[in-house]
């Protein structure tokens, strides 16, 4: 079983890259780096000058540790986890989130009440407005929204409820 805090995709490129440069620096840090990479079963038997020489160690690596260190098979599954858990999630457009909520019930009626777009990321469900949308360039699907009954989370229709989810992870990827 896995063990992940919310996360951002790029957070994680990025703490690859910079665990393979440490590997490869020969920082202090070498021998604690060189054993997080020996969890990977092709490299566990390799000398260690042969790995932090860098000469059978590539980034697919240290993604490889990352995902391992968290409980995934392999970067795919994890990368494939952090987008569906992230891919409607802004910083930058959180000052549109109208409300946040831990329980679907209470999201729903406030929902209900308030109108706007039903959306959930990792624990998180949030109540928000056309701008959020726009700002995940989301906007464009409103056949879908409707279809959906501008609920993310227990969507009317699954099909359009599909339609939507490729469309947001996309995006995603586009970061």
């Not at 409980?71 to 987008?83: A, P, T």
């Not at 549109?96 to 019930?105: E, G, P, T």
Request: hydrophobic share 40%; with cysteine; charged share 25%.
């Amino acid at each position: 079983m896995h063990n992940l805090k919310p996360v951002r995709l790029n957070e994680l490129k990025l703490e690859a890259t910079f665990l393979l440069k440490d590997l490869k620096n020969n920082s202090r840090q070498t021998s604690e780096t060189l054993s997080r990479f020996k969890v990977i079963p092709s490299l566990f038997n390799k000398a260690d000058t042969l790995i932090t020489q860098g000469k059978h160690v590539k980034l697919k690596h240290a993604y490889q540790v990352l995902a391992l260190e968290r409980g995934f098979k392999n970067w795919s599954d994890l990368k494939h986890f952090v987008v569906e858990k992230d891919c409607l999630y802004r910083p930058h457009l959180v000052p549109y989130v109208h409300s946040w909520f831990k329980q679907y019930q209470s999201a729903m009626e406030y929902h209900q009440k308030h109108g706007g777009y039903l959306l959930a990321f990792w624990g998180d469900i949030i109540v928000c407005g056309e701008e959020y949308i726009k700002g995940l360039e989301l906007d464009v699907c409103q056949a879908e929204w409707q279809a959906v009954a501008y609920d993310w989370v227990r969507p009317m229709d699954q099909m359009a409820w599909q339609v939507l989810s490729e469309k947001a992870k996309s995006n995603y990827l586009k970061l």
